[in-house]
């Protein structure tokens, strides 16, 4: 008989719902981290009395009623509601692309107006493409042209975007812009689910609570005491990198990475936003978030006497780094699917959560996922 039912590795949102649950459950579980907290990247350092999201910004929104009621049942979340803004060239802009976007961009003022004006680029990118004897969007480009006309992608996604990515917009696959919501409505809200918000409090008690009752050992590398940890645990939950598990026996998995400039200003309110983009190349950062106006409002921001900003970079993945986006394309892809086959014979684990399914997931989706994947389990 082994010591612990489960031996969970990771204690970010995907390690931390199961743990719950199983706990929950009658089930005795043990949660490591490499890290010297939990929370994954959701974790939450307080600084001048913010909660500054580490690890970037996160915006918890869904349409699925379970997942909202299971993590309100943890922790109250606030009415926060996502809307940025884009700065472009000094000049700004209402982001999603909504009637206060179009009204910005060109003046227009109803949505007939508006959509006339997108018609028209759309028809010119398309024309240019047949003069050119194309007949399916090669590149990121071209895909973006046809879907929204050149004045906006021009100043609010091609910037933005090639930051992302780090490479030109011509050579970014079609695929990755596959739609671009576009609102006829003055409407600033982002998301279009109908719950969103941030936990009152933080990420931090957000997961605190999903743990509480849990043993949690922190500073654990996993996989150079790998034995040690099987010989502990029936189960062996992993929600680390699938590659790494498996010693980059195929090579490694390509991602894209960000790291973060945080700054503290002694001013009440620094740019008046959560989350500012800014799309022009020559800005190297893609954007600036202000921590404070995710949990702040009202006269909460005038009487928090100091703000903290974070400027996001973002950069091709290296040794060393924080993996965050996984790059799908189809050599990366066709290495995931030989790391999956692996994992169909170590039957004592079980694998999930971004890095080990090598996939990017928000975080409801990591919350409804774990829901249904514990359920059947039992």
């Known amino acids: 008989?082994?010591?612990?039912?489960?031996?969970?590795?990771?204690?970010?949102?995907?390690?931390?719902?199961?743990?719950?649950?199983?706990?929950?459950?009658?089930?005795?579980?043990?949660?490591?981290?490499?890290?010297p907290q939990t929370g994954g990247n959701l974790y939450c350092e307080k600084i001048e009395g913010i909660n500054v999201h580490k690890y970037g910004a996160h915006i918890f929104?869904?349409?699925?009623?379970?997942?909202?009621?299971?993590?309100?049942?943890?922790?109250?979340?606030?009415?926060?509601?996502?809307?940025?803004?884009?700065n472009y060239k000094g000049n700004y802009f209402n982001l999603p692309f909504n009637m206060n976007t179009f009204y910005q961009m060109w003046g227009v003022t109803t949505p007939s107006e508006a959509k006339a004006k997108i018609e028209d680029q759309k028809q010119e990118a398309l024309e240019k493409m047949k003069a050119e004897d194309i007949?399916?969007?090669?590149n990121l480009e071209e895909q973006a042209l046809l879907l929204i006309g050149k004045d906006i992608y021009e100043k609010l996604i091609k910037g933005y975007t090639e930051k992302q990515w780090g490479r030109s917009a011509t050579e970014i696959p079609a695929f990755i812009i596959k739609r671009l919501p576009v609102r006829f409505v003055y409407d600033n809200n982002y998301f279009n689910d109908k719950y969103q918000g941030i936990p009152v409090g933080g990420y931090n008690e957000l997961i605190q609570g999903l743990l509480k009752d849990v043993e949690v050992q922190c500073n654990i590398d996993f996989l150079?005491?790998?034995?040690?940890?099987?010989?502990?645990?029936?189960?062996?939950?992993?929600?680390g990198a699938i590659d790494e598990f498996f010693g980059y026996e195929f090579g490694k998995l390509a991602y894209r990475t960000i790291h973060f400039e945080h700054e503290i200003h002694d001013v009440t309110n620094w740019q008046g936003n959560a989350v500012v983009n800014y799309t022009e190349s020559e800005i190297?950062?893609?954007?600036?978030?202000e921590h404070k106006h995710f949990e702040m409002f009202g006269d909460e921001v005038e009487n928090c006497p100091k703000t903290v900003i974070s400027k996001e970079f973002s950069s091709e993945?290296?040794?060393?780094?924080?993996?965050?986006?996984?790059?799908?394309?189809?050599?990366?892809?066709?290495?995931?699917?030989?790391?999956?086959?692996?994992?169909?014979?170590?039957?004592?684990?079980?694998?999930?959560?971004?890095?080990?399914?090598?996939?990017y997931y928000d975080m409801a989706p990591i919350v409804e996922l774990v829901l249904a994947r514990y359920k059947n389990l039992k």
């Open 284 to 289: 190297p950062f893609t954007r600036i978030i």
């Open 317 to 359: 993945w290296k040794e060393g780094m924080e993996p965050y986006y996984p790059i799908n394309d189809d050599e990366n892809n066709a290495l995931y699917h030989k790391y999956k086959e692996l994992t169909e014979k170590e039957t004592q684990y079980l694998f999930g959560g971004r890095l080990a399914e090598y996939k």
């Open 224 to 239: 150079s005491n790998k034995s040690y940890y099987e010989n502990l645990g029936e189960k062996i939950l992993f929600t």
């Open 135 to 138: 007949t399916e969007p090669r």
């Open 61 to 86: 929104h869904t349409s699925n009623k379970e997942v909202w009621e299971f993590v309100n049942s943890i922790v109250e979340f606030n009415r926060y509601t996502n809307s940025p803004v884009a």
């Open 1 to 35: 008989m082994k010591k612990y039912d489960y031996v969970i590795v990771g204690a970010g949102l995907y390690g931390a719902v199961f743990a719950y649950l199983a706990n929950k459950d009658g089930k005795k579980c043990l949660v490591l981290d490499r890290r």
